[in-house]
């Protein structure tokens, strides 16, 4: 019997924990492997978590860390699926930051495009097909911007790798609870709910977490849906109404 597994990175982030919240509650989905550098303070049966070193992504063995955990058996047949290579996993990534807290542009590069690349490869040693990644609004690698450069970098550099279906989610400004306060996002997501309002500017209308995540879950899981897609956040607004 095959099971569904479910890869995903940028888990402790916005949209990735409503990632994790809505894969749990999928029947479809059996189980769900995030990759982080710290372990999440959450449990679920469905639930592997793999502490990595995004700077060393082609060093890390999936099935390894899974037997490390399996002492109870409980992983045992993720563990078999993983070592007989029978499943195509699906994946999420919502890796990303700011400039701010990178620290600095190269930092921010390495983060939001080598770490986002590296886990597109990894996963496709794994015999991924699928992969959905959350860009942003406005990626462009000709943009003079460069937030929105690298986005589209990375965009077009997954454009290039083999996957039979890949979906960039290109949100707004998103809605939801965040760890940190961003003063600058937030008298934007005011000022963009009053133009929304008054009609202008729907493309840019502010978009909640969960929609996001919601909408990506939806597009991953219909089988049909192939090549490489741009879902805009106007597009998830309308899917998840």
Known sequence: MNHRIVFVAGSSGMVGMQLLHQLFQHPEVDWVVSFGRRELALKHQKLVQVKVNFDRLDQVDVVDEVRKQNRGGDFQSLLVALERGDDRPLVFCSLGTTIRQAGSKDDFYRIDHDYVISFARMSLRYGAKRFAYVSAIGADAQS?????????????????????????????????????????????????????????????????????????????????????????SLEMHKMTK
């Open 144 to 232: 003079s911007i460069f937030y929105n450069k690298v986005k589209g970098t990375v965009e077009d550099d997954l454009r290039r790798m083999d996957f039979e279906y890949l979906g960039l989610f290109q949100p707004s400004l998103l809605l939801g609870d965040r760890k940190e306060n961003r003063l600058g996002e937030e008298v934007g997501k005011v000022l963009m709910r009053a133009v929304t309002f008054l009609g202008l500017f729907k493309k840019y209308k502010p978009i909640y977490d969960h929609q996001v995540a919601r909408a990506m879950v939806k597009k991953m899981l219909n089988s049909q849906t192939t090549g490489n897609e741009t879902i805009t």
